[in-house]
Nanobody, 122 residues
Framework: QVQVAESGGGLVQPGGSLRLSCATS????????MGWYRQAPGKERELVAT?????????ADAVQGRFAISRDADQNSVFLHLQMNGLKSEDTAAYYC??????????????WGQGTQVTVSS
């Protein structure tokens, strides 16, 4: 059974930074693509960034140049991170990590976890 735990969200002022992390377990460690997604109130969930096992990345236009996705793994888990700099009010959303079929997958592979809330406000 796949288990996903996102963390690192919080309240930050515009222009600030946050680092999100996601720990996964119960999966095949050869999983290729993983990604971060977000959902703002009243909006559909959207892809933020994805990364392949080889390190190839893809970013949504809205976060290109401000966010950086990375991943690492140990014997039992895969860890996904999202460094967010230059945060804007429009980045306010619940952020989720998930496996993805491709770098451009907008739907994710697994059932969604609890997510972590990011609020950008002065």
């Amino acid at each position: 059974q796949v288990q996903v735990a996102e963390s690192g969200g919080g309240l930050v002022q515009p222009g600030g930074s946050l680092r999100l992390s996601c720990a996964t377990s119960g999966i095949i460690l050869k999983l290729n693509v993983m990604g971060w997604y977000r959902q703002a109130p009243g909006k559909e969930r959207e892809l933020v960034a994805t990364i392949s096992r080889g390190g190839t990345t893809h970013y949504a236009d809205a976060v290109q140049g401000r966010f950086a996705i990375s991943r690492d793994a140990d014997q039992n888990s895969v860890f996904l991170h999202l460094q967010m700099n230059g945060l804007k009010s429009e980045d306010t959303a619940a952020y989720y990590c998930n496996a993805a079929r491709t770098l451009f997958d907008t739907e994710g592979l697994w059932p969604w976890g609890q997510g972590t809330q990011v609020t950008v406000s002065s």
